[in-house]
Nanobody
Framework: QVQVVESGGGLVQAGGSLRLSCAAS????????MGWFRQTPGKDREFVAA????????YYTDSVKGRFTISGDNIKNTVSLQMNSLKPEDTAVYYC??????????????????WGQGTQVTVLS
């Protein structure tokens, strides 16, 4: 069993910043990538950013490039998402995702094996 715990969500004015953190734990846990997705009511879960440990490669959806930065530690199985210049359209529940099998896809939700409970991010206009 793997536990995935997110923290850092909250309420912020447009143009502000928030930092999300995620820690995965479990006996003999090995991760290959960790990422962030977000979801709003009535919509599918959307990819935001991911980090692959093999070469520290990072991936971002176009709408957050230049504003969000993902970082992580593959030894500690942690990942963070620094979100700057937040916009009202960034409002969503953000989920941390953990990949424990080596895959060649990082931007699809099906590529991840474990998920956190989600943390709410609300950006006021």
């Amino acid at each position: 069993q793997v536990q995935v715990v997110e923290s850092g969500g909250g309420l912020v004015q447009a143009g502000g910043s928030l930092r999300l953190s995620c820690a995965a734990s479990g006996r003999t846990l090995s991760t290959y990538a960790m990422g962030w997705f977000r979801q709003t009511p009535g919509k599918d879960r959307e990819f935001v950013a991911a980090m692959e440990w093999t070469d520290d490669r990072t991936y971002y959806t176009d709408s957050v490039k230049g504003r969000f930065t993902i970082s992580g530690d593959n030894i500690k199985n942690t990942v963070s998402l620094q979100m700057n210049s937040l916009k009202p359209e960034d409002t969503a529940v953000y989920y941390c995702a953990v990949q424990t099998e080596k895959r060649f896809v990082q931007v699809r939700s099906y590529a991840y094996d474990w998920w956190g409970q989600g943390t709410q991010v609300t950006v006021l206009s």
